[in-house]
């Protein structure tokens, strides 16, 4: 739930959590974090990466924003290039 966008969540889904979130602050910014990566990759926004990168550090998802950061350039060119692999 917590990686589902907050547009596709039911209301009871929606409800929890917000709950959760509010109990545990950071999990409301690493949700916020991770969609905006979901952002950046399906609207080829290069321009964020690097800013995305600096915000992850101190966030429950260092350590995927450090591994993004060892191979930013095939993050790079995942945002910008038209094809994918996946």
Known sequence: MMT???NN???T???IVANIEKSVPALATA???LDGFQTMIRKS???DLRP???????S???SFGNGVSKDIDAIRNAIEQPW???
């Open 45 to 47: 926004n290069i321009s």
């Open 31 to 33: 949700r916020i974090l």
């Open 4 to 6: 589902t966008s907050q």
């Open 60 to 62: 429950l998802i260092a």
């Open 9 to 11: 969540l039911t209301k």
């Open 84 to 86: 994918s692999s996946g």
């Open 13 to 15: 889904d929606a409800v």
């Open 52 to 58: 995305w990168i600096s915000d992850t550090r101190s």
